[in-house]
């Protein structure tokens, strides 16, 4: 009898399942020794009078402020009772499929493809208004060096226009005489497709990615591209944490520094999304940053209907999948919270989170979404998590069984699937629990054999692999 470890590796569902790899890495979040488990999602705000399509969270001095959008209306958070007001200009708005939020000093901007720019001064403003009778419509907005920089303008009338506001005066947008606010109409690369800012801009396009950088008078910006024939396909795919912007293009993810774009995704997940995402709803992506677990989220439907997370670790470069209730993935922040506050929750002894959790302070960076009307938080128990091996075996006959999950704080239920031919489609069997001893009883014949796990134990912390015992079998 040969005792074999089988360490849970990489999830690279666009390579066979004889390499090596894990067929399956769901609701869990990846390392670099294995996998930790990934929190469901639980109710932060009040609901809202409908449905919310993106959260923003803003931080002006000591004062953290949490914004959200809807269809018809922006609110923004109480949080004395954690309600959500309607803070929207007088008249509300009609049709809005995704706010797109920036902050520019003390100025929430927000962009919406049908009004003009929105603002909302922290510490003075009470509901939103017009940024300016000169400012414009706008499908993205963001802040490059000191400039407010809108692009794909005049509810797609000007898909491909950049525009920008006067020099650290967000509310001047009108070019010539003293001002630096000007705008460029970029001729090569179809439709602007989304943007993100920093020290440098980049504009993504269908087919291009440009680069705006500050170069003074006269010309103010210089406009360069850096990718073409790559591009974005869906703005809502676009997010940035430091130096980096994560995509989706037409062909799978990457990433841009500013200069040099990176496939992250080729060979291991492009295939898989495309062959699950249902393509007439990806304009329903939403994407965000986890910093703290240093993850790329993206959220999209799949083809059965289902809201469904793609997880990206940058640090280690793996990947993992999860399954959600939660409409979209955002940003946001705590607002602070007295002891007497939590009560909203309920019983302190029910509390799903955690008190010493960073969501209980006042200006702590959340992983955060939308789920109807409530704005959520990432904070609770583990989701129920399933970690697959690929085929283990050669053309050798042989028995599994025993197992032995490697859990840290925790332990597993484990189902096997053996065939004798690679063509025979995979059935795994019944999940059985393992013993007090942390053993599971197993007798399953074939030449090749996948176990599954799915780690047990409220506290379990990261799942490394399996022990298996595997006998070879004798043939007649």
Same mark, same amino acid.
């Given at each position: 009898?040969?005792?074999?470890?089988?360490?849970?590796?990489?999830?690279?569902?666009?390579?066979?399942?004889?390499?090596?790899?894990?067929?399956?890495?769901?609701?869990?979040?990846?390392?670099?020794?294995?996998?930790?488990?990934?929190?469901?999602?639980?109710?932060?705000?009040?609901?809202?009078? #409908?449905?919310?399509?993106?959260?923003? %969270?803003?931080?002006?001095?000591?004062?953290?402020?949490?914004?959200?959008?809807?269809?018809?209306?922006?609110?923004?958070?109480?949080? %004395?009772?954690?309600?959500?007001?309607?803070?929207?200009?007088?008249?509300?708005?009609?049709?809005?499929?995704?706010?797109?939020?920036?902050?520019?000093?003390?100025?929430?901007?927000?962009?919406?493809?049908?009004?003009?720019?929105?603002?909302?001064?922290?510490?003075?403003?009470?509901?939103?208004?017009?940024?300016?009778?000169? %400012?414009?419509?706008?499908?993205?907005?963001?802040?490059?060096?000191? @400039?407010?920089?809108?692009?794909?303008?005049?509810? =797609?009338?000007?898909?491909?226009?950049?525009?920008?506001?006067?020099?650290?005066?967000?509310?001047?947008?009108?070019?010539?005489?003293?001002?630096?606010?000007?705008?460029?109409?970029?001729?090569?690369?179809?439709?602007?497709?989304?943007?993100?800012? =920093?020290?440098?801009?980049?504009?993504?396009?269908?087919?291009?990615?440009?680069?705006?950088?500050?170069?003074?008078?006269?010309?103010?910006?210089?406009?360069?591209?850096?990718?073409?024939?790559?591009?974005?396909?869906?703005?809502?795919?676009?997010?940035?944490?430091?130096?980096?912007?994560?995509?989706? /293009?037409?062909?799978?993810?990457?990433?841009?520094?500013?200069?040099?774009?990176?496939?992250?995704?080729?060979?291991?997940?492009?295939?898989?999304?495309?062959?699950?995402?249902?393509?007439?709803?990806?304009?329903?992506?939403?994407?965000?940053?986890?910093?703290?677990?240093?993850?790329?989220?993206?959220?999209?439907?799949?083809? @059965?209907?289902?809201?469904?997370?793609?997880?990206?670790?940058?640090?280690?470069?793996?990947?993992?999948?999860?399954?959600?209730?939660?409409?979209?993935?955002?940003?946001?922040?705590?607002?602070?919270?007295?002891? #007497?506050?939590?009560?909203?929750?309920?019983?302190?002894?029910?509390?799903?989170?955690?008190?010493?959790?960073?969501?209980?302070? /006042?200006?702590?960076?959340?992983?955060?979404?939308?789920?109807?009307?409530?704005?959520?938080? @990432?904070?609770?128990?583990?989701?129920?998590?399933?970690?697959? +091996? /690929?085929?283990?075996?050669? #053309?050798?006959?042989?028995?599994? +069984?025993?197992?032995?999950?490697?859990?840290?704080?925790?332990? /597993?239920?484990?189902?096997?699937?053996?065939?004798?031919?690679?063509?025979?489609?995979?059935?795994?069997?019944?999940?059985?629990?393992?013993?007090?001893?942390?053993?599971?009883?197993?007798?399953?014949?074939?030449?090749?054999?996948?176990?599954?796990?799915?780690?047990?134990?409220?506290?379990?912390?990261?799942?490394?692999?399996?022990?298996?015992?595997?006998?070879?079998?004798?043939?007649?």
């Amino acid at each position: 009898m040969a005792t074999q470890r089988i360490a849970f590796t990489e999830w690279t569902p666009d390579l066979a399942g004889v390499a090596e790899n894990l067929s399956v890495a769901q609701n869990v979040v990846p390392t670099v020794l294995g996998y930790n488990p990934f929190p469901l999602a639980v109710d932060y705000s009040a609901a809202a009078s #409908e449905d919310l399509n993106n959260t923003f %969270a803003a931080r002006f001095s000591a004062t953290t402020s949490i914004f959200a959008g809807g269809a018809t209306k922006l609110f923004k958070l109480d949080g %004395a009772d954690l309600s959500l007001d309607n803070v929207s200009k007088t008249g509300n708005y009609s049709s809005i499929v995704k706010w797109n939020f920036t902050q520019f000093g003390n100025t929430i901007i927000a962009a919406n493809n049908v009004n003009k720019l929105q603002s909302y001064t922290l510490g003075s403003s009470s509901t939103f208004d017009d940024l300016s009778a000169d %400012a414009p419509v706008a499908k993205y907005v963001t802040v490059v060096r000191d @400039f407010v920089v809108a692009a794909n303008l005049d509810a =797609g009338s000007n898909s491909n226009k950049v525009q920008w506001s006067d020099i650290n005066d967000e509310f001047d947008w009108v070019s010539g005489g003293a001002s630096q606010s000007d705008y460029q109409v970029i001729a090569d690369g179809g439709n602007i497709t989304g943007m993100t800012g =920093g020290e440098v801009g980049l504009i993504f396009l269908d087919r291009a990615i440009v680069r705006m950088s500050y170069i003074g008078s006269p010309l103010f910006f210089q406009f360069d591209t850096i990718s073409r024939g790559v591009g974005c396909v869906e703005g809502n795919s676009v997010v940035q944490y430091g130096g980096m912007s994560y995509f989706l /293009g037409a062909d799978g993810f990457y990433s841009c520094d500013g200069s040099t774009v990176t496939a992250i995704g080729t060979q291991k997940v492009d295939s898989w999304f495309y062959a699950n995402a249902n393509p007439s709803k990806l304009n329903l992506m939403s994407s965000t940053i986890d910093p703290i677990r240093k993850i790329v989220v993206w959220k999209f439907i799949d083809n @059965f209907a289902q809201n469904t997370l793609l997880i990206y670790n940058w640090q280690v470069q793996k990947w993992s999948s999860c399954v959600t209730d939660v409409d979209v993935v955002a940003s946001s922040a705590s607002a602070g919270m007295t002891l #007497e506050g939590l009560d909203l929750y309920g019983n302190m002894d029910t509390l799903t989170t955690s008190l010493d959790d960073a969501l209980w302070a /006042g200006g702590k960076f959340l992983f955060a979404g939308a789920r109807d009307t409530k704005i959520v938080t @990432f904070t609770g128990a583990n989701s129920t998590a399933t970690l697959t +091996t /690929g085929d283990i075996g050669s #053309e050798v006959t042989s028995v599994v +069984t025993l197992a032995r999950p490697i859990v840290d704080n925790g332990s /597993g239920s484990i189902a096997v699937a053996s065939r004798m031919l690679l063509n025979e489609v995979p059935q795994l069997g019944s999940y059985i629990p393992a013993s007090s001893e942390n053993r599971v009883a197993l007798r399953s014949s074939g030449k090749y054999h996948r176990l599954s796990v799915i780690p047990t134990g409220d506290r379990w912390s990261n799942a490394i692999g399996i022990d298996i015992d595997v006998t070879p079998q004798g043939t007649r």
